[in-house]
Each structure stands twice: as structure tokens, then as C-alpha cells.
Nanobody, 120 residues
Framework: QVQFVESGGGAVQPGGSLRVSCTGA????????MAWHRQAPGKERELVADIARNGSTTYADSVKGRFTISRDNAKSTVYLQMNSLKPEDTAVYYC??????????????WGQGTQVTVSS
């Protein structure tokens, strides 16, 4: 079973920045598409950003121009750089990866989640 481990969450003031990281899957990482999802209390899970094996990226409209997803295959790590954070970005952020993306379920493997709180 593949496991991903997230790190880097925390609390920040509106307008601030955070970077969350996710590591796992070893040598298989380079073969996986990777994504970040988030879920706020009382809301459905939302796909935030995705990066394919070839490095192509997609973003939710709500984060375009503010968030950047990137990957380092040598370190088996995917990053989410979050700038100009807003209170509505507050959520648990989940790392997700695998060989294929399923429309309703995402990729096969998930991290445990890391809390991001944006508040003054």
C-alpha cells in the first residue's frame, strides 16, 4: 500500500504564504499523477491543483494565479506553494497520487491531510 506524508501546514494571516509538501511512493512516484485536494468544515472536498507525470498542471479557478503545484521526482515530493492566502483557503489539504485519476474518487493513494488556517 502506497502512503503519502504531508508536511508544512499551519496558521497564517490573510495575504501570507505557505508551502505544503508531500512525500511518498519511492521509485513509483515519477509514474504517478499527483494532486492536492482540500476540504473545509461542512463543505465537499475540492480538487485544488493537479500535476501530471509530464509536469503539466491544472488549477481550480479559486486558486489560479495564487497557488503553484510542482514536483521533484528525485525526491518523490510534490509541493503546493500558496500565496496571497485568504480566509476561504482554510481547510485540511490532502495529497493524492496514483497512476490514474478517477473523476469522483481522485487518484488511488492519499495522505493523512495537513491543516491550513488563514485568519487574522
Amino acid at each position: 500500500q502506497v502512503q503519502f506524508v504531508e508536511s508544512g501546514g499551519g496558521a497564517v494571516q490573510p495575504g501570507g504564504s505557505l508551502r505544503v509538501s508531500c512525500t511518498g511512493a519511492g521509485s513509483s512516484f515519477r509514474l504517478y499523477g499527483m494532486a492536492w485536494h482540500r476540504q473545509a468544515p461542512g463543505k465537499e472536498r475540492e480538487l485544488v491543483a493537479d500535476i501530471a507525470r509530464n509536469g503539466s498542471t491544472t488549477y481550480a479557478d479559486s486558486v489560479k494565479g495564487r497557488f503553484t503545484i510542482s514536483r521533484d521526482n528525485a525526491k518523490s515530493t510534490v509541493y503546493l506553494q500558496m500565496n496571497s492566502l485568504k480566509p476561504e483557503d482554510t481547510a485540511v489539504y490532502y495529497c493524492n497520487g496514483g497512476p490514474r485519476y478517477w473523476k469522483d474518487d481522485g487518484y488511488a493513494y492519499w495522505g493523512q491531510g495537513t491543516q491550513v488556517t488563514v485568519s487574522s
